[in-house]
């Protein structure tokens, strides 16, 4: 059950980008607000049935850990693809499974072989493949570009420290969404002016805080820890070749050959980073 809740996160986050788009008529701290604080208030419910709001007493170390990882990813993520093109931008941030594996050297004392060097070298190759395509160079892309990588450090980093907070129950993920709704809320009323969003963004931004921003996060909890993250691990590499076919299903960018072939490199190079031999 704990890898099939697993999946289920992966299948929701492939949703994630054309949600995404979906709302990018609306400022992106705005979208990062909106969607947490209807994940915050679903999951409140929730544990206040269960009677299960104790949960929210972490230490702060748990807290800076939770929110700086999910309000900082999304509030990233959301830039990325109101300023740059959908498919490279998404692509960047789909960098994160890779990253996960350089980070985890020096954070987790894990050794890296060559094989998940080639792997790392591989995905890079699929995202600056997508970049030189065509690219969009201006300032406003570039920041979009910059954002969508930030957001792929921010995630792994926030993925690989999890293992260092196993002990934190998944409901505290609640408290962690509500705090990241009041921090953008605070940073929106600050850099952004409020825009009332439309029939379609605002039902873009409620399938988000249901979803990827929403329940996906308990689903990859439960996952992680009780279920197998080699397992996982590999499945979250075929998201962004199904996120970038929704975006283009979705009209949101062309399936051209290249973004294909772009695709396809970052998941044979998570694949190889996966299945690399352990040094000896």
């Given amino acids: 059950m704990a890898n099939l809740a697993g999946v289920g996160a992966i299948a929701i986050w492939s949703l994630l980008?054309?949600?995404?788009?979906?709302?990018?008529?609306?400022?992106?701290?705005?979208?990062?607000?909106?969607?947490?604080?209807?994940?915050?208030?679903?999951?409140?419910?929730v544990l206040a049935v269960r009677g299960e709001l104790g949960v929210l007493r972490q230490k702060p170390m748990a807290w800076l850990h939770g929110v700086g990882g999910?309000?900082?990813?999304?509030?990233?993520?959301?830039?990325?693809?109101?300023?740059?093109p959908a498919?490279?931008?998404?692509?960047?941030?789909?960098?994160?499974?890779?990253?996960?594996?350089?980070?985890?050297?020096?954070?987790?004392?894990?050794?890296?072989?060559?094989?998940?060097i080639l792997g790392v070298l591989?995905?890079?190759?699929?995202?600056?493949?997508?970049?030189?395509?065509?690219?969009?160079?201006?300032?406003?892309?570039?920041?979009?570009?910059?954002?969508?990588?930030?957001?792929?450090?921010?995630?792994?980093?926030?993925?690989?420290?999890?293992?260092?907070?196993?002990?934190?129950?998944?409901?505290?993920?609640?408290?962690?969404?509500?705090?990241?709704?009041?921090?953008?809320?605070?940073?929106?009323?600050?850099?952004?002016?409020?825009v009332i969003p439309d029939a379609p963004a605002l039902v873009s931004v409620l399938l988000l805080g249901i979803g990827p921003v929403g329940g996906a996060f308990f689903l990859w909890d439960i996952g992680m820890k009780r279920g197998d993250p080699r397992l996982l691990g590999t499945l979250a590499y075929a998201t962004p070749v199904a996120s970038t076919i929704i975006l283009g299903l979705a009209?949101?960018?062309?399936?051209?050959?290249?973004?294909?072939?772009?695709?396809?490199?970052?998941v044979v190079g998570g694949l190889i980073v996966r299945f690399a031999p352990e040094p000896i």
């Fill in 122 to 194: 591989t995905g890079l190759a699929g995202c600056l493949l997508l970049l030189v395509r065509n690219a969009d160079f201006s300032a406003g892309a570039l920041f979009g570009y910059g954002c969508a990588f930030a957001a792929a450090v921010i995630w792994a980093l926030y993925s690989v420290l999890s293992r260092k907070f196993a002990m934190v129950p998944t409901g505290a993920v609640v408290g962690f969404c509500a705090a990241s709704a009041i921090l953008a809320t605070a940073a929106h009323v600050q850099f952004e002016a409020t």
């Fill in 70 to 84: 999910l309000f900082g990813y999304h509030a990233c993520y959301f830039a990325a693809l109101a300023t740059a």
């Fill in 87 to 116: 498919a490279e931008a998404n692509l960047i941030n789909y960098a994160w499974p890779l990253l996960i594996v350089v980070f985890s050297a020096p954070i987790l004392g894990l050794h890296l072989s060559r094989w998940h």
């Fill in 251 to 266: 009209g949101f960018t062309s399936l051209t050959v290249t973004v294909l072939l772009a695709a396809s490199l970052v």
């Fill in 17 to 45: 980008a054309v949600l995404s788009r979906g709302a990018a008529s609306l400022p992106p701290l705005q979208i990062t607000a909106m969607s947490f604080a209807i994940s915050a208030i679903a999951g409140a419910v």
